[in-house]
């Protein structure tokens, strides 16, 4: 990162990035004081000794407009033209500027603590349909799969035919000997 300049177009693309993440209405070109913090934090901008969550949210507040709640690219420059003696301390205030680009050039907002799908034992042996007991095994065919409705319910037989009616001998006696 010491060797040359960073580009500015890499900044102004990290800088949308982190502008639109969180935010569905967000076009790109202006970013709100969380979005800010969350870019300092992401891009180690932050280290928690010379730089503080508190001085960003301050730094933030020294840029924007008074009435506004975002900043414009050229209030996110100036911000980090601020920041940046802070967190390199003993360089020059360009060489420190220089080394902040490098910090931000090329990221991405991260997801971190995003919920993950749990996979634990306990729901693999709630949710495997082989170890199902009495009526509830009724409800699942040899390959796990799901009946559906046959599965639910009994269905009647609407054929209208009693297998036992006509072989017990009552029909002919009904019948024939009235």
């Known amino acids: 990162m010491a060797e040359?300049?960073?580009?500015?177009?890499?900044?102004?693309?990290?800088?949308?990035?982190?502008?639109?993440?969180?935010?569905?209405k967000a076009t790109g070109?202006?970013?709100?004081?969380?979005?800010?913090?969350?870019?300092?934090?992401?891009c180690h901008i932050i280290d928690g000794k010379n730089v503080t969550t508190t001085d960003v949210d301050?730094?933030?507040?020294?840029?924007?407009?008074?009435?506004?709640?975002?900043?414009?690219?050229?209030q996110f420059n100036q911000a980090l033209t601020e920041l940046?003696?802070?967190?390199?301390?003993?360089?020059?205030?360009?060489?420190?500027?220089?080394?902040?680009?490098?910090?931000?050039?090329?990221?991405?907002?991260?997801?971190?603590?995003?919920?993950?799908?749990?996979?634990?034992?306990?729901?693999?042996?709630?949710?495997?349909?082989?170890?199902?007991?009495?009526s509830h095994k009724e409800r699942f065919d040899d390959s796990g799969k799901g009946k559906g409705k046959a599965g639910r319910e009994d269905i009647p037989d609407t054929s209208g035919y009693v297998s036992t009616y006509k072989g017990s001998g009552s029909y002919d006696e009904k019948v024939k000997n009235p």
């Open 4 to 24: 040359g300049t960073v580009s500015m177009a890499e900044v102004e693309t990290a800088f949308q990035k982190f502008a639109v993440h969180g935010d569905t």
């Open 29 to 42: 070109k202006e970013m709100n004081g969380k979005n800010f913090a969350k870019i300092c934090k992401d």
């Open 58 to 74: 301050i730094v933030f507040s020294k840029v924007k407009a008074k009435s506004a709640r975002v900043i414009t690219f050229e």
């Open 84 to 134: 940046a003696p802070k967190r390199f301390k003993g360089k020059g205030k360009d060489e420190a500027v220089q080394q902040v680009y490098g910090l931000i050039a090329g990221k991405d907002p991260a997801n971190a603590g995003v919920t993950k799908v749990a996979k634990a034992a306990a729901v693999d042996r709630l949710t495997d349909s082989s170890k199902y007991t009495g």
